[in-house]
């Protein structure tokens, strides 16, 4: 008998071995994964007098923008459920939504002039930026394909660098002249030179968005992608 319980010994633990592995199988296969927090785009501070690192000044300009064009269902969002759904921006100066957006005269890079007002009866995107600014790179591939597929005759976009020692006109002017590809309005001017809340922007990317009455739709700060854009335009 003892001679019997020395032989079932060791197929008992090669049994209990087996129904282990076997758990430890089925229960890393069914056990739930956990649920990975999402990367959401860092926006520059121009206020904090520092420049992107380097590696985010190498992102290429062009290229696909990731968005799809947007099924014409006849419905158009509100503007309270964009904001809400906004991953990379927030809204700003929201004391100034509703309000009528202030006049301002600039002249863009090629000499050409450019009155707000003027362009009343057209939506109105006002985008600061500068070249320094990663964030504000990433934003260019989507501007151009924004240009490209909205009508001159339902959209202005003034593109706004405000001017500093790291962002004189001249740099502004090289930057287009190795980035032939943008095809939007671009303007060099002085903060002091703009009304508020223009010359209050201190951080960047930072975009107005201006309905055709000549309101302020909406300030956002941060990167916004093409389907944002898009959306914000649309919102009402």
């Not at 050409?112 to 990433?138: E, N, T």
């Not at 980035?179 to 201190?202: L, Q, R, W």
Request: proline residues 6%.
């Amino acid at each position: 008998m003892a001679e019997q319980n020395k032989q079932k010994s060791p197929l008992v633990a090669v049994l209990i071995s087996i129904i282990i592995i076997a758990i430890i199988v089925v229960w890393a296969i069914v056990k739930p994964k956990s649920a990975e927090p999402i990367n959401q785009g860092q926006v520059n501070r121009q206020g904090d007098g520092q420049p992107v690192s380097d590696d985010t000044a190498t992102t290429p300009l062009t290229g696909n923008t990731g968005e799809s064009s947007r099924a014409d269902t006849g419905l158009k969002p509100s503007l309270r459920g964009v904001i809400e759904e906004a991953k990379t921006w927030g809204p700003a100066f929201e004391s100034w939504l509703g309000r009528l957006a202030p006049d301002f005269n600039l002249t863009d890079i090629t000499g050409k002039q450019h009155k707000l007002s003027d362009y009343r009866g057209k939506d109105v995107m006002l985008i600061f930026w500068a070249g320094w600014c990663g964030p504000c790179r990433m934003e260019i591939p989507h501007l151009i394909e924004l240009r490209k597929t909205t009508g001159q005759d339902k959209l202005a976009m003034l593109a706004i660098s405000l001017i500093d020692p790291r962002n004189t006109t001249e740099i502004v002017k090289s930057f287009l002249e190795q980035n032939k590809e943008i095809n939007y309005t671009v303007c060099s001017v002085n903060s002091g030179d703009m009304p508020a809340p223009y010359n209050m922007v201190n951080s960047i990317p930072c975009s107005f968005f201006v309905d055709p009455q000549g309101r302020i739709k909406l300030a956002t700060a941060g990167l916004l992608s093409l389907k944002d854009m898009k959306a914000i335009l649309q919102a009402q």
